[in-house]
């Protein structure tokens, strides 16, 4: 009995420990499917959530309806040299525009875009809880496309910080929100694509280069940086459609801060006034005129206006200005920006090269005057001889429109191919200056050219066109293309 219960006991022990086994077995068979991990990439980064910064600054961005004195609103379309630029604003019905806003302060402040409110009736605002309002502007400055408006909501109101755009780099993400095509609160996020771009849409353009979409209707609208603070105000797209294409365009928060105050402050804004109009240096033309080496940009001075702070302080058309009040200049749309920016009557150090020579003058700057821009680019050609010049008469002063006394050599001809050709001398143009010397005649004009060419150096010539005074990079040396 007892070799059977132990025979009965090795058994059951046989078969345990055949369940073991097979489990075992079983085991390393699921465990190698178990322990097999899903494909991971170790440098993958998780995209930003904007959703909290959207929540934070909704209730400062409101929509606004512009009802039109006029019967017929369209959006406004530019052809500029990057293709068509057309302003943001709508594609409502017949008598009314939508566009985009938001809240400085909290009294009721809004800034939005000249364009939203123009040629208005009536400005309705539309707050993030659905409230309407209706609007008062306060003040416009169509040279940058800003508006300033104010609600009474018999409240304080959530409102927005303007930071510092001065500090936006591309690659930098950001965040749209406002009413694209009545559709209001609506978010968008991309990156800047480029800063200080010009557009052609003003004087001042300065623009933020964005791919976050932006369409109809988020004119005036915020753009902020992922701390929450407006960066920008978004105000336009180039798009042959219409919609968007990733190319939209903000005005920088710190040209909005400076106009948004004097309109606060005045109903309006003031501009300082150097009275010049210049145009870019060259490579071509920091050669011709002699500029020292390494000096390849600037704004040149191609007219002083008569009676203006400039001339009273001594510029001299050929001066390149280089700084002003201690901001780098390196174009004439610099100048026009830094000069704008700066109070009236502000004493302003401006340095300058003059025949090689680095000099600096303190110039009271006086007011814009209205219509005006602070430096207008004119006319600008390339540089090149084949010229047939004549006299410039009376009779051909008042064909030309150009004042009395006015000297100089008019070109008659211009022959194909050649120097001046490639420099974009053109039939009418009034050649006053070749280099440093003064022209009142073709012969004086032929002389100092026949110099340049023995010398084999480009030269800058002073030209007149269309009333605009420009200086032209000829090249004596220069062969068709």
Known sequence: ???????????????????????????????????????????????????????????????????????????????????????????????????????????????????????????????????????????????????????????????LQLGQSNNVVPGQWVVAMGNPYGLGGTVTAGIVSARGRDIGAGPYDDFIQIDAPINPGNSGGPLFNQQGQVIGVDTAIISPSGGSVGIGFAIPSDMVKNVVAQIEAHGSVTRGYLGVSAQPVTPEMATALGLPSGVTNGALVATVEPNSPAQRAGLQPGDVIRDVNGQTIKSARDLAIDIAAIQPGTKTPIQFIRKGETRTLTIALATLPNGRTA????????????????????NTRNQLGLPHGTMGAVVAGVQPGSPADQAGLQQGDVITAVGAQAIDSPQAAVRVLHEAENAGKPVALRVLRNGHAAYVALDPAAKAG
């Open 1 to 159: 009995m007892q070799n059977l219960l132990a025979r009965r006991r090795a058994t059951r022990a046989a078969l345990v420990v055949v369940l073991l086994a097979g489990t075992a077995i079983g085991g390393i068979a699921v465990g190698r499917a178990e322990t097999s991990t899903p494909i991971k990439v170790a440098s993958a980064q998780m995209l930003p959530d904007f959703s909290r910064l959207a929540a934070s600054v909704r209730p400062a961005v409101v929509s606004i309806t512009n009802h039109l004195k006029v019967q017929n609103a369209s959006v406004e379309t530019i052809p500029t040299p990057f293709g068509m630029f057309q302003i943001p604003q709508q594609q409502q019905r017949a008598q009314e525009a939508k566009g985009s806003g938001f809240l400085v302060d909290a009294n009721g402040t809004i800034v939005t875009n000249n364009h939203v409110v123009k040629n208005a009736r009536e400005v309705m605002v539309t707050l993030s809880d659905g409230q309407h309002l209706k609007a008062k502007v306060i003040g416009t400055d169509p040279r940058t496309d800003l508006a300033v408006l104010r609600v009474n909501a018999g409240k304080p109101l959530p409102y």
């Open 375 to 394: 430096s207008a680019s004119p006319h600008h050609a390339q540089g090149r001889i084949g010229l047939a010049l004549a006299p410039l008469t009376p």
